[in-house]
């Protein structure tokens, strides 16, 4: 891997951005964290925007859930498709099943059943 980002994001006062870098830095010590306080509903993710434009193939972004990448799924698919069609692994921590790893394998494996 080239570098590791956490990426942390609360949108409400209850949520606790602390949790998120401990959870991320537990796995991944040396991650370049990235925070957003998005409370409300504005739609201004510059945090998010400059860190899609900085990443590059081999690069990883750490999330402590997938609900944090994201507002909504559609959303969260378009930029999971933009960076996994970039080569950017992805790593949810609560959602391991979700990772850009598992998607790559889930699809290799769907394209050798086709195969066969």
């Known amino acids: 891997m080239e570098k590791i980002y956490g990426y942390c994001r609360i949108s409400t006062p209850k949520q606790n951005l602390a949790r998120q870098i401990r959870n991320i830095r537990k796995r991944y010590p040396t991650a370049i964290i990235v925070e957003k306080i998005y409370i409300g509903t504005t739609s201004n993710r510059k945090e998010w925007s400059a860190l899609m434009k900085v990443v590059r193939a ?20 378009e930029d999971f498709m933009t960076l996994y069609d970039k080569g950017v692994e ?8 979700i990772n850009t790893a598992a998607y790559k394998s889930a699809l290799s494996n769907h394209i050798i059943k086709m195969i066969i």
């Open 58 to 77: 081999g690069d990883c972004i750490v999330f402590d859930s997938v609900s944090r990448m994201s507002r909504n799924a559609d959303e969260g698919f």
């Open 90 to 97: 992805l790593v949810f921590l609560k959602e391991p099943h």
